[in-house]
């Protein structure tokens, strides 16, 4: 067996005797085990099984507080077979083990690079056209203040924590009187999601994966978590706005989207404070995602005193 540990990673004895049990082999049938990536939620194993190559998921230290292992296998449920996604061979919402098929010739969208992010909301926006339901919901503004309670009392690292926060959740009504219809919103469409696959024609297929954090909410919440993901400024963010609406979006919308920039960018900070107690550091990631909190709940409040 060859087990590469790259990145310092340990696959122990337990794991691959469960990742056996799982694909209803023999331990010395997994061969090739390696480090796939080690992401800001989950660590990935790439192996091979009887000659086929895995992909295996492991949740991340303090995921257990973070995501909700039973409504993600729900929204993998609801997805299947629709052609939105990677093929999930397993997947147990009591451990967060996940088994996919693993993708080859595959890159993610370069988020500097128009045609590729103009298929990619045409992906998002086939996604929100579905309709989609599951039982469950990600209320933006509980989430945050549910991050805050994971620090266990500890304050923000950022002396104006409380007051970006007031200014964000000020912004609430004006989201939820132009929410549109809620539906299956990704929540996480990022463009290290979106995965372009190459044909052996040299043809390109898109798919979008990690629902993690997926259930219902307005759909237009996606276009705001790619862009603070993405680093754009507003000019860059207007121009996402316009390739998604096709030039339509109405002035209220749009406004909306600001503000949705706002509240993921506390959402995440948040989310990284908590990952920082846990001697997990996101450095200038986490600082953007805080100012994009800051600076676009100052933005709107401006735009909707001046209306």
């Known amino acids: 067996m060859h087990i590469s540990n790259k990145q310092n990673i340990p696959f ?15 331990p010395e049938d997994i061969t090739e085990i390696e480090v796939l990536k080690k992401g800001m939620t989950n660590q990935s194993f790439l192996f091979s099984c009887r000659g086929e190559q895995m992909i295996f998921r492991i949740p991340g230290k303090g995921t257990d507080c973070l995501i909700n292992r039973f409504q993600e296998a729900e929204v993998y449920l609801k997805i299947a077979g629709l052609g939105l996604c990677d093929d999930v061979v397993y997947i147990d919402a009591a451990t967060g083990y996940k ?7 595959v890159r993610s969208c ?13 992906k998002l926006h086939a996604l929100h056209d579905m309709r989609l339901e599951v039982a469950h919901s990600f209320d933006i503004f509980q989430q945050i203040a549910y991050y805050e309670s994971l620090w266990n009392g500890m304050p923000s690292v950022y002396a104006d924590y409380l007051q970006t926060k007031a200014s964000v959740f000020s912004l609430m009504p004006y989201i939820r009187k132009h929410s549109k219809e809620w539906c299956l919103a990704h929540i996480d469409a990022v463009p290290d999601n979106f995965l372009f696959t190459t044909n052996d024609d040299g043809t390109e297929q898109l798919q979008l994966t990690d629902w993690e954090y997926a259930g219902m909410q307005d759909p237009d919440i996606d276009l705001a978590m790619f862009c603070i993901y993405s680093g754009y400024d507003r000019s860059r963010i207007d121009a996402l706005i316009d390739i998604y609406f096709d030039g339509t979006c109405e002035d209220s919308i749009r406004i909306k989207i600001y503000a949705y920039v706002a509240a993921c960018g506390l959402l995440w900070s948040n989310w990284c404070e908590y990952k920082s107690q846990l001697g997990i550091e996101f450095g200038e990631y986490a600082y953007r995602q805080y100012t994009y909190a800051k600076e676009y709940s100052a933005f709107v409040r401006r735009l909707l005193n001046n209306a």
Do not use: F
């Open 12 to 26: 122990s004895a337990q794991k691959l005797e469960q990742l056996a049990g799982i694909l209803h082999c023999q």
């Open 99 to 105: 088994i996919t098929r693993y993708l080859k010739n």
């Open 110 to 122: 370069h988020p500097e690079n128009e045609a590729d992010v103009r298929l990619c909301m045409k």
